[in-house]
């Protein structure tokens, strides 16, 4: 069935992207407003805005949002997942994306059995899980460079049954 | 730093309610609606928050269900002390809510993140969860 056919998983890895996305913010009483600079050649896929709004209503919340006391999400983590999804290609599948109680936010893809997570934390850091080829768990602790150049993560989640919109 | 001490009256068959902020509920192919991991987490400076369910006189009788935190989950004290390497701790604050335990122990790590999610079960379900891990007590709308 073509809802159901898996896309291939190579498509990344031979265009793989040649920059890194810079990300320039500028708030105002009304609004925040963003300036992503790409490669003029990148394609970012159709739900980008859509997914940065959702980002961007994250940084609204107050603090004790989750009911027990989280703290409000932090630029940092804003700007490490922005700039992440700005170097997906255009097939990927959206992410599901969640705050954290200690003031990070968390992208999801989920299809059982595959789960991919990524842990943008307010240190900066960042934490993500997902299966190899032989379906075993990998764990990665990375800097926001060497995740912009993850091409196995990116094609796991490229590799997933989802709807692309 | 906060000393936190077991909970010695907890037994394998209690269950702790886990009250879940909206946000954290997300899509999923196979399950309609199911929880992220983001949702079994400790915070900055406390554990993880749990309400002992024999405690409470209603699973909607507290005040994070009257704040709005409408979808419940619940998880079993013994997986999580047995398969988990959890710990069912006593809030030190006096004036601490009724029921109210936390759950001591590593969290993050992908083991973990994939037993939380796996060990859940709906006690107040979002509309669109397809009771494919179980029927909940309730179904409340979706966030």
């Known amino acids: 069935m073509v809802a159901n056919a898996i896309v291939s998983p190579k498509f990344y890895t031979e ?58 999400i932090s630029r940092v983590a804003f700007h490490n997942a922005v700039r992440f999804l700005a170097t997906f290609p255009s097939l990927i599948p959206p992410p599901q994306i969640v705050p954290t109680s200690e003031g990070g936010i968390q992208l999801e893809w989920h299809k059982q059995p595959v789960n991919v997570e990524i842990e943008f934390s307010p240190d900066d850091s960042i934490r993500a899980y997902y299966p190899d080829r032989r379906s075993e768990p990998i764990e990665e602790e990375l800097t926001i460079d060497e995740l912009l150049l993850a091409n196995n993560l990116v094609n796991v989640i490229a590799s997933l049954p989802l709807s692309r919109e | ?26 899509d999923d192919p196979d399950e309609g609606k199911r ?36 979808w419940v989950v619940t998880l079993s004290a013994g997986r999580l002390k047995a398969e988990l390497g959890q710990r069912i701790c006593l809030d030190p604050d006096p004036n601490a809510p009724v029921g109210h335990r936390y759950v001591v122990g590593p969290k993050k790590s992908g083991t973990a993140r994939a037993a939380f999610t796996a060990t859940y079960r709906w006690v107040i379900a979002p509309a669109s969860y397809n009771g494919s891990r179980g029927q909940p007590e309730m179904i409340d709308g979706d966030p």
Request: hydrophobic share 35%; glycine share 6%.
């Open chain 2, 1 to 26: 730093m906060v000393e936190y001490g077991d909970d010695l009256s907890i037994t394998e068959k209690d269950e702790l309610l886990r009250y879940i902020y909206g946000g954290w509920i997300i």
């Open chain 2, 35 to 70: 929880v992220s991991s983001a949702a079994f987490r400790d915070h900055e400076d406390t554990p993880m928050s749990v309400f002992l369910r024999r405690e409470l006189a209603d699973v909607r009788s507290t005040d994070i269900y009257k704040n709005g935190h409408r």
């Open chain 1, 15 to 72: 265009q793989p992207p040649d920059f890194a996305p810079t990300l320039v913010e500028r708030e105002s009483a009304k609004r925040l407003t963003l300036r992503l600079r790409i490669n003029n050649s990148w394609t970012i896929p159709q739900w980008f805005s859509k997914s940065v709004e959702q980002l961007k209503d994250l940084l609204k919340l107050a603090p004790g949002w989750d009911g027990y006391g989280a703290e409000p």
